[in-house]
């Protein structure tokens, strides 16, 4: 697998990588800066190939950049190790002429930029004042066509006559998104892929894994109980289980309809 155990190792280690390419600045409510993670902090590591998140504590400080969303407030981006580790497959499997959605603060472009089999990148971008922060701050990356189309993904893929090798879509700002939402926008890329081209979505292994784990019809959760396997998402182990799911994680996506049966129903 291009996502060996060495490869996680690497990609954790290019945390903070855009705080080297990108300078503080502000466009209101969306605010670009450099953050401080201390020493001493736990954080989410994502392996792919096993499509889960795993804990560990920094042992040194990181210098990240983030994006955010004053108003809200929301983090919409930053580059921590569970950012370029959770971007493993998309890297690898990037090549020809490739779409994405959602800029950010840039990481999936400056990591691709160079990539040889890469001949072309057009990222859709919702939020003018994100591009007018963060697009004049990496152009000079590249040396291959690359545009930055202001506009909704939705919109984009329904109307746009053009056909991709690769698209990548990642425009929700945490992990936690509706199962339904992401396969619909999934649908509606594969139509824009040339022949042999592929989708992926943020965490798709993930969301994969969860997926294979749902029941085909209405369950009761499991009792509330110590577990061996920590939630999917979060980890929690002391929780009801709902598909390897704690409760917040299956609200959050959306499933939690699927464990309403009461046991004596």
Request: glycine content about 6%; charged content about 25%; aromatic content about 8%.
């Amino acid at each position: 697998m291009w996502w060996s155990d060495a490869s996680i190792k690497d990609m954790q280690e290019l945390s903070g990588i855009m705080s080297l390419l990108l300078h503080d600045a502000e466009s209101p409510p969306f605010v670009l800066k450099r953050e401080v993670i201390p020493a001493g902090r736990v954080l989410r590591v994502y392996d792919p190939e096993k499509g889960r998140f795993h804990l560990y504590k920094t042992s040194e400080d990181t210098i990240t950049m983030a994006l955010r969303d004053t108003s809200t407030p929301t983090l919409w981006m930053n580059d921590t190790p569970m950012e370029t580790t959770s971007m493993i497959p998309a890297i690898a499997g990037a090549h020809g002429k490739v779409l994405t959605s959602g800029l950010g603060i840039g990481l999936f472009v400056a990591l691709i930029a160079k990539k040889p089999s890469v001949r072309s990148i057009t990222v859709v971008e919702r939020e003018q004042k994100i591009i007018d922060l963060v697009y004049p701050q990496i152009k000079g990356l590249f040396r291959i066509p690359f545009e930055v189309v202001c506009g909704d993904i939705y919109h984009y893929l329904k109307h746009v006559n053009k056909e991709y090798d690769f698209i990548f879509i990642d425009i929700w700002p945490g992990f936690l998104a509706p199962i339904k939402e992401m396969d619909s926008l999934k649908a509606l890329a594969e139509k824009r892929l040339a022949p042999g081209g592929e989708v992926r979505v943020w965490l798709q292994e993930l969301v994969e894994r969860v997926k294979v784990k749902l029941p085909s019809g209405p369950v009761p959760a499991s009792k509330f109980s110590l577990y061996r396997e920590p939630c999917l998402i979060c980890g929690k182990v002391l929780r009801n289980d709902y598909a390897g799911l704690c409760m917040d994680c299956a609200d959050s996506l959306k499933l939690s309809e699927l464990f309403i049966r009461r046991k004596d129903g």
